[in-house]
């Protein structure tokens, strides 16, 4: 029985097998940045990285398809990688931060200038507004921003007031206001 686990795994060398498995991942970690991009509407990028995931697909999985059926290893491999892909694709995108979000913070009326102005303090533009809580006055603080600053705002609304509650929202589309040069050359 032994023998023929063994046997099954021999038949895709190991080279082969580590080459599908690190092309895979690296396709669908690029797909995955590429429908976030996309989404986001950063659509140079988007195509740039649609070029690169169309060209890895090509050559690989015509590769693993050529030889499934003497080595259904291959599939095994391949599907593997494209999990694996996937998982590693979120990890980059969520640390790349790509896109803006808005961020809503409900504060009592007492500690809301102490919040604006330490989120002022670390250059963050804020937007408050009076708001009437069941009990209390409240103060609903509004920080627009980009994605990858998300943790650093919240740690400075909770180490200033940590009794606010705080939501965070992705933004689709934005109109209005100041857009720099960059962006929308990205775009």
Same mark, same amino acid.
């Given at each position: 029985?032994?023998?023929?686990i063994v046997e099954f795994l021999g038949t895709v060398p190991i080279w082969e097998? $580590? $080459?599908?498995? !690190? @092309? #895979?991942v690296i396709e669908v970690s690029v797909s995955t $940045?590429? *429908? &976030? %991009? &996309? /989404? #986001?509407g950063l659509r140079k990028p /988007?195509? $740039?990285l649609a070029l690169v995931e169309i060209l890895l697909w090509v050559f690989m999985a015509s590769s693993v398809i050529t030889g499934i059926a003497e080595t259904p290893l291959k599939g095994i491999y391949y599907s593997i990688g494209f999990a694996l892909g996937v998982y590693l694709g979120s990890i980059i995108e969520d640390r790349i931060g790509v896109g803006k979000i808005l961020v809503q913070?409900? *504060?009592m009326k007492e500690e809301a200038k102490n919040v604006t102005n330490a989120l002022r303090d670390a250059g963050y533009a804020v937007? =408050? *507004?009076n708001a009437h809580g069941k009990y209390n006055e409240r103060e609903v603080l509004m920080i627009f921003a980009n994605r990858k600053n998300k943790r650093n705002i919240i740690d400075i609304i909770n180490d200033t007031d940590d009794d606010a509650f705080v939501v965070t929202n992705d !933004? =689709?589309? !934005? =109109? /209005? /206001? %100041? @857009?720099s040069p960059w962006r929308r050359l990205i775009k």
């Open positions: 029985m032994w023998e023929t097998m $580590l $080459l599908i498995l !690190v @092309v #895979k $940045l590429r *429908i &976030i %991009f &996309i /989404g #986001k /988007g195509a $740039l913070a409900i *504060i937007t =408050s *507004i !933004v =689709s589309m !934005v =109109s /209005g /206001g %100041f @857009v």
